[in-house]
């Protein structure tokens, strides 16, 4: 799944993406027996939480503090480029997927 999400040319969402790895991550920790965050780790730090809204961004952190699904730091880089109003060029979570809902921030990424 990991390689999976690397990729610019999924025609898909990020909230959608979310909300799959999070179906998938749940499963495989009953499944394993391994707690979520463990399970979707490797998974999570391809999902481009920057390109979420501030009003998504904030439904996935509370959604997060909850399950654990995405790490601390991964939200709150994301909430830093939503402060910034701006990203490093040259990271990826910031750049939109072929799938990626335009939104108004967008402008101020890549």
């Given at each position: 799944?990991?390689v999976v999400?690397?990729?610019?040319h999924?025609?898909?969402?990020?909230?959608?993406?979310?909300?799959?790895?999070?179906?998938?991550?749940?499963?495989?920790?009953?499944?394993?027996?391994?707690?979520?965050?463990?399970i979707?780790?490797?998974?999570?730090?391809?999902?481009?939480?920057?390109?979420?809204?501030?009003?998504?961004?904030?439904?996935?952190?509370?959604?997060?503090?909850?399950?654990?699904l995405?790490?601390?730091?991964?939200?709150?880089?994301a909430?830093?480029?939503h402060?910034l109003?701006?990203s490093?060029?040259?990271?990826?979570?910031t750049?939109p997927?072929?799938?990626?809902?335009?939104?108004?921030?967008?402008?101020n990424?890549?």
């Open positions: 799944m990991s999400l690397q990729s610019d999924l025609n898909i969402d990020e909230m959608e993406i979310i909300d799959a790895v999070r179906e998938w991550a749940t499963v495989n920790s009953v499944v394993l027996g391994k707690p979520i965050s463990e979707a780790k490797k998974v999570v730090e391809h999902i481009r939480l920057p390109l979420l809204s501030p009003d998504e961004l904030k439904e996935v952190d509370e959604e997060c503090q909850r399950d654990r995405i790490a601390v730091d991964h939200i709150s880089y909430w830093r480029c402060a109003k701006k490093s060029p040259d990271n990826r979570l750049w997927r072929k799938g990626t809902k335009a939104r108004d921030h967008h402008k990424f890549r």
